[in-house]
């Protein structure tokens, strides 16, 4: 990333100690644009452990916002709390990152917008899987238009172990696979489909292990000009399809797994000669049959270098007012109002046709 230099390191605090916050604070403890000021966790465990690896430790959320040498809050806390903290944090002169889902409503995101507004703080939020290789050789493969018109494309995510059974599985604390990682997925498509607009979306949501929220859901979005994208979410599948997978009018492009790199099968001849029909029980049928050698051009796209750690170094330079933030709010607002699309509906068993500006 340019301008990685001019940077004035600026001193994070964490709140929440668990599983991402132990991430952020290993991240911070190497990062070149920032430094660990501490955390805040309200479990004593979490806290003690916190301590026992030479981290800061502070008394209370707020001990953190009255430390006039921490720049940013850094909130990995269950979802519910990202919006009263984070208002709460701007208010008292702090910058924000909120971990995913920003919040669990667009009303509450408006509440977080306006005081970033007000207080002109920055406010945005973890949106890490921006730099993960499948997503970005996807919107490579878009992008170039070496597909043709792309009328298709389907992005899962699917494991076999049900959802955790922690706040993930209380609809009180925002738990929920849509707002899991059904976020990470819509916040992708829409980095990909960067040109179109969505105007339906039609969502059915899985109860197999947890009857209080969704453990997984298959979610369309209908953007204009005759585009659909399914996304899909698991958490009971032993066998999995795969990660990504895009057709166009003259090619399609797949990557099986998260390792993977992408292959790209194009048509270079549409005259074939000599299609060998399948042959089925019921008969044989060359329309579905595999095309020949002859008339496909295959190729690759390799997994591109990436750094997740660019996500603090933009957030730095944009607070040096160095760089515009990657992760814009009109984005955490069109990505809440599809959330809030699929849910509704899911209740009403039937599509929902969104007439909002942003989407
Ligand atoms: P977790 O349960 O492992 O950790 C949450 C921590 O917050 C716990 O230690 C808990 O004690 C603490 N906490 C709860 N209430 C608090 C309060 N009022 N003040 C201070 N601390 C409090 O959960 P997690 O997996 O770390 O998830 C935290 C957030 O990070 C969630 O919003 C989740 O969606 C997000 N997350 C993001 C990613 C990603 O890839 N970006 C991955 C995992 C989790």
């Known amino acids: 990333m340019e301008k990685i230099d001019q940077i004035q390191k600026k001193r994070v605090a964490v709140i929440g100690y668990g599983g991402m916050g132990g991430w952020h604070t290993k991240y911070l403890l190497k990062s070149d644009v920032a430094e660990l000021a501490g955390i805040w966790d309200i479990k004593e465990d979490r806290r003690a452990l916190a301590a026992e690896r030479g981290i800061f430790v502070y ?18 806390v269950p979802n519910e709390l990202h919006m009263p903290m984070a208002v709460t944090a701007m208010e008292a002169g702090k910058n924000v990152i909120s971990e995913k889902p920003v919040t669990m409503s667009s009303d509450d995101l408006s509440k977080m917008i306006d005081a970033s507004v007000r207080t002109g703080k920055l406010f945005t939020t973890h949106q890490n ?14 992008a170039s238009g070496m597909l043709g018109e792309v009328f298709g494309i389907e992005s899962r995510v699917q494991g076999s172990r049900g959802i955790p059974g922690d706040w993930r599985g209380k609809k ?35 109860h197999i292990t947890n009857y209080e929220v969704d453990d997984g859901f298959k979610l369309d979005l209908y953007f204009e000009k005759d585009l659909t994208a399914r996304i899909e979410v698991g ?30 099968v194009a048509c270079k001849n549409w005259d074939e000669k000599n299609v060998v029909p ?10 579905m049959a595999p095309r020949d050698q002859e008339t496909i051009a295959e190729s690759s796209i390799s997994r591109p270098e990436s750094d997740v750690h ?24 069109r990505v809440m109002k599809i959330m809030e699309a699929a849910f509704r509906s899911d209740e009403l068993g039937m599509p929902v046709v969104i007439d909002d500006e942003i989407c």
């Open 278 to 287: 399948v042959v089925t029980a019921a008969g044989l049928t060359k329309t």
């Open 59 to 76: 008394d209370s959320f707020d001990a953190v916002l009255a430390d006039p040498t921490v720049d940013i809050l850094t909130l990995a």
């Open 172 to 206: 009180e604390h925002g738990g929920g696979m849509i707002l899991d990682w059904g976020v990470h997925l819509i916040d992708q498509m829409l980095g990909i489909v960067y040109d179109r607009k969505v105007e339906k979306v039609y969502c059915r949501c899985d």
């Open 310 to 333: 660019d996500f603090y170094r933009n957030v730095c330079l944009a607070i040096d007012g160095k760089a515009e933030q990657i992760v814009t709010h009109a984005q955490l607002m």
């Open 235 to 264: 958490t009971s599948h032993f066998i999995s399809l795969p990660r990504y997978y895009m057709t166009g009018e003259n090619g399609s492009a797949l990557i099986r797994d998260w390792t993977d790199d992408c292959r790209i």
């Open 129 to 142: 899987r921006r730099w993960d290789c499948d997503y970005l050789m996807m919107k490579q493969v878009y």
